[in-house]
């Protein structure tokens, strides 16, 4: 039987030096004790952020036409959501890394069609309204040609909003600027909220269709811009006010302001498969030749053990 | 019943390995070798008790609800209490890993403490991460709505939907902490199993020493 060279990366040697005494159990109970007044200290000085949630009908009262262009979007089939792909749609193949399409194999798992879900079923939604349920009846019974006929026609009209109501200046679009309105009225009132919410009942705990929503719009980026959120401004890490945030996510977020991933269209898949690897590798360190002697080599560890090797020389 | 039928039960096995692995004396030990002597040292246990904090500050805001914190000032306060324990938490964590990283902790037979090290950073990562999500306010409406592309890019959106609040409160409150709370526990084990790994002896002679097989 042989035995093993010694590897100074790998194998360590066996203490035949001396012991101190250690009260492990004290030492806990002192951590716990500091670190509760660190804690306490912290949040009593700097507190924490709690920015009040937007609603859509906040977002729809402040900015009725931002609102009244998402819809359009939403109905036309030009808004993020609409020509998102998987997991929510088909409309595109979605990021790809190389050649694989990840979200595309995976497939739609949360379904959401943009223009039946945001607009027209909860149009559909409001009781007494004889002229909207007209106007949607029309729209049901049109051919797609049609539809994208109206459609162009209000999205080249000047759309204002003029007494509480958006108005579009074109006799051509068909249904869609009693629909726009009405959707933009329901959003204004709250109902729009609740509508989108409630769809799949009375209980749910899943927001997915109305910040799909949101986030749509120019609002809720406006306001990020204006809290330093947005990815250009390491928006990731950040939460609202001076706070620290997910700094410990510095690494992911760095990738975003750098080439070739600042310009990338498959920036996020690229990311993500970037921190995998180097999870991997900060896992596997012990196994991976040349990186696990990084270490013996830096020599910080002489400042770590400085006191022994004082000892020892 | 015979003692040899006793000694072949499962239970007096684990007994007798457990005590065999992790004797009292290893798992409470009342004195260290001499080199374990750096405020490097402080980290690992300052991650812990943070680790404590968090939990229960944790617990306080579950039990009035997730809505609560938003309308009440002392709900307001344990919130405060939750992120700067959160914070002081992954602060520690990070200068305990790269401070293992400079002593090269994996040596001697200890690479599964790394490796769970590092698996329960990566966990606590995910952790305050639907814990942001999970807010219900602005910071969670935005963070969750740009956090998307990347997971959906993966495919991984499709069954972890950081949209749906219900399922990221689970995991937050559940499921991850559950994670983290098993391998910081696994990780301790294996830390009092091999010992504080020594320094590097600098002569090149080494007797006696732990090799990995």
């Known amino acids: 039987m042989t035995k093993k060279a010694f590897n100074p990366d790998v194998d360590a040697p066996k203490w035949k030096g001396g012991y101190h005494p250690y009260d492990i159990v004290k030492e806990g109970s002192i951590a716990i004790a500091v670190i509760l007044v660190l804690t306490l200290v912290l949040a009593i000085v700097f507190g924490s952020p709690d920015e009040k949630a937007i609603t859509i009908k906040t977002w729809s009262n402040a900015a009725p036409l931002d609102f009244a262009n998402t819809a359009l979007e939403e109905l036309n089939g030009t808004s993020t959501t609409a020509a998102y792909g998987a997991p929510y749609n088909t409309a595109s193949t979605g990021q790809q890394l190389g050649p694989l399409q990840l979200a595309k194999w995976v497939g739609v798992r949360i379904p959401v069609n943009a223009a039946k879900d945001f607009v027209i079923s909860p149009l ?3 009781p007494d309204q004889p002229t909207l349920d007209h106007q949607l009846a029309v729209w049901s019974a049109a051919s797609s040609s049609t539809k994208n006929a109206w459609l162009t026609s209000y999205g080249k009209a000047k759309v204002s909003f003029v007494n509480g109501q958006v108005v579009a200046n074109t006799t051509s679009a068909g249904p869609v600027p009693v629909m726009i309105n009405q959707l933009t009225q329901m959003a204004r009132s709250g109902a729009l909220d609740q509508a989108l919410v409630t769809g799949h009942g009375f209980y749910t705990t899943d927001y997915t269709k109305p910040l799909l929503f949101l986030a749509d719009s120019e ?64 896992l596997l360190v012990p196994f991976i030749p040349g990186l696990r002697s990084v270490p013996r080599k830096l020599k910080l560890y002489r400042l770590i053990w400085r006191e022994h090797y004082q000892e020892t020389e | ?71 009440s000032a002392y709900g307001h306060f344990i919130n405060s209490l939750h992120l700067w324990s959160v914070e002081i938490f992954f602060f520690s964590m990070v200068v305990h890993l790269w401070g293992k990283f400079a002593m090269a902790a994996w040596r001697g037979g200890r690479a599964l403490t790394w490796m769970t090290g590092v698996i329960t950073f990566l966990a606590s990562v995910a952790t305050a991460f639907t814990g942001y999500v999970s807010q219900s306010n602005f910071d969670s409406q935005w963070i969750s709505t740009q956090a998307k592309d990347g997971i959906n890019a993966t495919g991984a959106g499709a069954y972890f939907n950081v949209l749906n609040l219900g399922q990221m409160l689970m995991w937050h409150i559940v499921l991850l902490p559950l994670a983290a709370v098993v391998l910081t526990a696994l990780h301790i084990v294996l830390v009092r199993i091999k010992g504080v790994v020594p320094p590097f002896e600098e002569n090149p002679v080494v007797e006696n020493a732990e090799v990995t097989q």
């Open chain 1, 124 to 126: 559909k939604s409001l």
């Open chain 2, 1 to 71: 019943m015979s003692s040899s039928e006793i000694e072949r039960q499962w239970t007096t096995r684990l007994r007798h390995r457990v005590e065999g692995k992790l004797p009292p004396e290893k798992m409470l030990p009342d004195t260290q070798p001499n080199y374990v002597s750096s405020w490097i040292y402080v980290f690992g246990v300052a991650t812990m008790s943070a680790l404590f904090v968090v939990i229960a500050t944790g617990c306080i805001l579950a039990l009035r609800g997730p809505q609560w914190w938003h309308g």
């Open chain 1, 219 to 282: 609002y809720l980026p406006g306001l990020a811009q204006h809290q330093h959120l947005t990815g250009d401004q390491w928006g990731m890490m950040n939460e609202t006010g001076n706070y620290p945030g997910q700094s410990w996510l510095w690494l992911y977020t760095f990738w975003y302001q750098i080439p070739p991933f600042k310009t990338s269209a498959n920036a996020d898949v690229l990311v993500w498969g970037l921190m995998m690897v180097l999870s991997a590798v900060l």
